[in-house]
Nanobody
């Protein structure tokens, strides 16, 4: 079983909104982990989207999503969210949730310890 499970993907028209959720399947102490969202479009490398630290909620975003995407977490519910508004066709990708046993923000996929299987987001023009 993968340690993380994403949900909330789907098909939306340009300008629309979606909210992705990610929760640990089990055995992962959620509050100890930096949580990140990445995405991968066909033929492209996996890229950083957003991350949120485990404690004070400090966040970081890719320039391409700043002002449109918001990452948040609810440690009581063991869930991290990615609220996406003003979606564009270029946001189309498989979105992955990831966890890293780190204190600081990191943006390199290889430095994350656990991954989900991904959820497809498709934005039509």
């Amino acid at each position: 079983q993968v340690p993380l499970v994403e949900s909330g993907g789907g098909l939306v028209q340009a300008g629309g909104s979606l909210r992705l959720s990610c929760a640990p399947f089990g055995g992962l102490t959620f509050s100890k982990y930096l949580m990140g969202w990445f995405r991968q479009a066909p033929g492209k490398e996996r890229e950083f989207v957003a991350a949120i630290v485990r404690s004070d909620g400090a966040t970081a975003y890719a320039d391409s999503v700043k002002g449109r995407f918001t990452i948040s977490r609810d440690n009581a519910k063991n869930t991290v969210y990615l609220q996406m508004i003003s979606l564009k066709p270029e946001d189309t990708a498989v979105y992955y949730c990831a966890a890293a046993l780190r204190v600081e923000i990191i943006v390199i996929p290889a430095q994350y310890n656990y991954w989900g299987q991904g959820t497809q987001v498709t934005v039509s023009s």
